[in-house]
Structures are given as C-alpha cells and as structure tokens.
C-alpha cells in the first residue's frame, strides 16, 4: 500500500482539509465539513493513521472497475480509486438520500463515504464471472435464490428503489446499472440500496429508466448464463420469479414517475459499449430479453 499512499504527503495534504478546530481540556475535536458523521477526537496524524491502517486486503468490502472500499467505522467507509479511473467524485452531492456518497476528500485518490447497510448484490467475482463461457451450478443457484427474496419483497421497496432512481437521474446523474455489484440490498430491512451512480454528460442525455432497476438487479449481462447453469426443474421459477421483479419495477416507475421508456436504456449500454469496446453489452441484452417478459 506504500505504492498507493505516502504517508508524509498525505499528512500534509490533510493539514489543509477544511475541518473546523475546536479545542476542549483533552484532544482536538475535528469536524468534515457537512458532516456529522466524520467525526474524531485524534489528531490529524492520528486519523491519517487511523485511514491507512484501514486500506488493507481483511478491510476490503467490495472491488469495480474504479475502486476498492474498504471498512472504516461503524457509519463510514474508505473509497480507493485506482489508477487508471476517471471517475470524479464530488463531495457532499445529491444529499437527499444515502446513496453511500462521499463525505470527505483525504487525498486525489481516497474518500471517506457514508455507509449502507446490507449486502452486495450479485457474485463477488462479477467481472471474472461475465468473462466465463459457463457459469458454476453453485454459484448460478446462489444468485437465483437471492432473486427469489427480492421477488417477495413488498412493493413499497420498489417503490423507494424508483423513487430514488429518478431522484438521481433528474439531479444529471446515470445509475451505474450494469453491474449489480453497485446495489446493496438489505433483507432485514427490505432496501434496495444504490451505492455507485456516474455524472452524465448534458449532451448525451442518458437518462434513467425502469431497466435500470430491472438489468441491475437480475444481472442481465450473465442472466442466460446463470439460467443455463441450473438445473432444469429450477429454471423456471427463476424466470417467474425475474418476472415478478419486472412488474414490480415498471409499476413502480410508472407510481413515482420514473421513464418507463426501454429505449434509454438501449442507449445507454449501447454507448458505454462503444466507449469501452464491449459489443456483448447489447449482445447480452437481447438474449436478457429473449428470456424474459419486458
């Protein structure tokens, strides 16, 4: 991790964040800028400290193409951008709902975010798995039986899913939906939660839809794949229960005013396939159609 953080750089680069000082009889408090979460009685060095002793392999929540996450505190973790992202994250954005964004910037490559609860959709090994001609019984029996929970949830989950969906995308925000590593999803407290979302491009006009809850959730890129790999007299129940998920989803767009139009999110794909040379991403699509009821 020495590759990644120079400690004294670092401490010199957090000297300047802009944290209010307030001294009591023991230690200095600080506190991020709108944010009551970030908070610590430690000193700069001291919370520097604290982040780097976090980057660590036993620490790791999640990996994508950007970033690794890792723990930090019970309401917080650490973003780490790789160093070939282009991603640019704005602290303090979108604050009407927790959408897992960043509170604190520590250095050009490491954020301090807000945390959701719940756990990460999809297989762990997303992008080694859309690389597979075939995929494992095992793991193709995992995935359907979390689709079969999220099938039963209540519709106000989706109704909140496309609330905050629109939410994002009318702010000029695209839900990162391809991969559906980018939802935690809470079964204790039946929430489907957001934790990646890309700024668009005015020009583009790339815009959100129901098939951006639909294709993130059933994971449309390995979806024929994880059908295949089952075993026959469970392949049904599958689609139903996808099925289900669908018409949960457009219902629920069309309740809180969320497009309903498949043509935005054909563009969409079609774009980030041109962009990243990714010709299966409509491919996958409309094998993902074939099989389902959209």
Not at 136 to 161: G, L, R, V, W
């Amino acid at each position: 991790m020495n590759s990644i953080i120079n400690c004294n750089q670092n401490i010199n680069i957090l000297k300047s964040a802009p944290f209010e000082i307030k001294h009591n009889s023991d230690a200095i408090q600080f506190y991020a800028t709108n944010s009551v979460a970030f908070r610590s009685i430690h000193n700069r060095q001291s919370v520097l400290e604290n982040i780097i002793k976090c980057i660590k392999k036993e620490n790791l929540i999640g990996e994508g193409r950007n970033s690794k996450v890792y723990k930090y505190t019970d309401n917080l973790v650490i973003k780490v951008l790789k160093s070939n992202s282009t991603n640019k994250i704005i602290v303090n954005e979108l604050p009407e709902y927790n959408l897992g964004q960043a509170i604190h910037k520590v250095q050009d490559n490491i954020y301090i975010l807000r945390k959701l609860e719940g756990f990460q959709h999809g297989f762990e090994d997303w992008v080694k798995v859309t690389k597979m001609l075939s995929i494992p019984q095992e793991k193709a029996q995992k995935f359907a039986k979390q689709i079969h929970k999220i099938s039963k949830m209540p519709n106000e989950t989706f109704d909140e899913f496309a609330k905050i969906t629109k939410y994002i995308g009318d702010n000029g925000y695209k839900n990162d939906s391809i991969n559906p590593n980018n939802l935690l999803i809470d079964y204790d407290k039946q929430q489907i939660n957001i934790i990646d979302y890309i700024k668009t491009n005015p020009n583009l006009q790339l815009k959100n839809c129901y098939l951006d809850m639909v294709c993130n959730i059933l994971d449309y890129i390995n979806f024929e794949k994880i059908y295949r790999a089952l075993p026959k007299e469970e392949q049904k129940s599958f689609i139903e229960d996808a099925n289900v998920i669908i018409k949960r989803c457009y219902n629920s767009a069309q309740k809180e005013g969320l497009s309903t139009d498949k043509s935005s999110f054909e563009e969409f794909i079609s774009f980030v396939g041109n962009v990243f040379n990714i010709g299966s991403l409509m491919e996958n699509y409309t094998t993902f159609v074939n099989l389902v009821s959209l």
